[in-house]
């Protein structure tokens, strides 16, 4: 069975452009997580899809940042205009149960983003 | 905001010897997961622990859940330089999201 993947593995943008950023998640797997570490940080939350729906966005930082998921598949984000902040590790992880004390969340290899 | 503090943030040992990692936060979490890291991949999942006072074992590695559900500690017996990674706790209190900590960066010598 094929893992979460993630597209680009690496993208190196200057200041002002823009980026989208794609997950494909574990085939089945309803709830999608997007994750960003940034350098010398921890890894932080930034919004959890189930299916197509936004369960819950309170970690992304900024409407620079949107996060689709159209017919529950696979998700993207875009991030524009990209700023030096936002250079970092983006991760993006699914889970077929939500919420649960066990739920396993399944984490891709990530996008290392290079804002110049 | 829930954070999780942990302890130390690089070790460096020598083939054999035993070591532990330490999570801790003023907040209570639900459950609480380790994850390993390798260079270039995604963190996987070692162990969850739910219960107050559970202990999980994995061959060399024991897991322990703090009484109080603030804590938790990750602890390697006789390490080897297989066990050199990056090992994150991972802290969840109701919902899906997961709070992580810094991580911890294990190097295991020869």
């Known amino acids: 069975e094929a893992g979460v993947t993630q597209f680009p593995s690496h993208s190196v943008i200057e200041k002002g452009q823009t980026v989208t950023l794609r997950c494909d998640p574990i085939?089945?797997?309803?709830?999608l997580y997007w994750y960003r570490r940034v350098m010398g940080k921890e890894i932080k939350f930034l919004l959890h899809f189930v299916k197509e729906s936004k369960q819950d966005e309170s970690g992304m930082p900024n409407n620079r940042f949107l996060a689709e998921r159209t017919g529950g598949t696979y998700s993207t984000l875009k991030v524009q205009p990209a700023e030096l902040e936002d250079s970092g590790v983006y991760f993006c992880?699914?889970?077929?149960?939500?919420?649960?004390?066990?739920?396993?969340?399944?984490f891709g290899p990530g996008t290392r983003l290079l804002v110049l | 905001t829930q954070l999780l503090e942990q302890s130390p943030q690089f070790l460096s040992i020598q083939e054999g010897e035993n070591l532990t990692v330490y999570c801790n936060s003023s907040s209570v979490f639900s459950s609480l997961q380790w994850y390993r890291q390798e260079p270039g991949e995604g963190p996987v999942l070692l162990v969850t622990?739910?219960?107050?006072?559970e202990v999980k074992k994995l061959k060399r590695l024991t897991f322990q859940f703090g009484d109080a559900r603030k804590d938790s500690s990750l602890h390697i017996t006789a390490a080897q330089p297989g066990d050199t990674g990056l090992y994150l706790c991972a802290g969840r209190s109701g919902g899906s999201r997961l709070t992580f900590g810094e991580g911890t960066q294990l190097t295991v010598n020869p």
């Open positions: 085939s089945g797997h309803d709830n």
């Open positions: 992880a699914s889970s077929q149960l939500s919420g649960g004390k066990q739920e396993t969340q399944y």
């Open positions: 622990v739910v219960t107050g006072g």
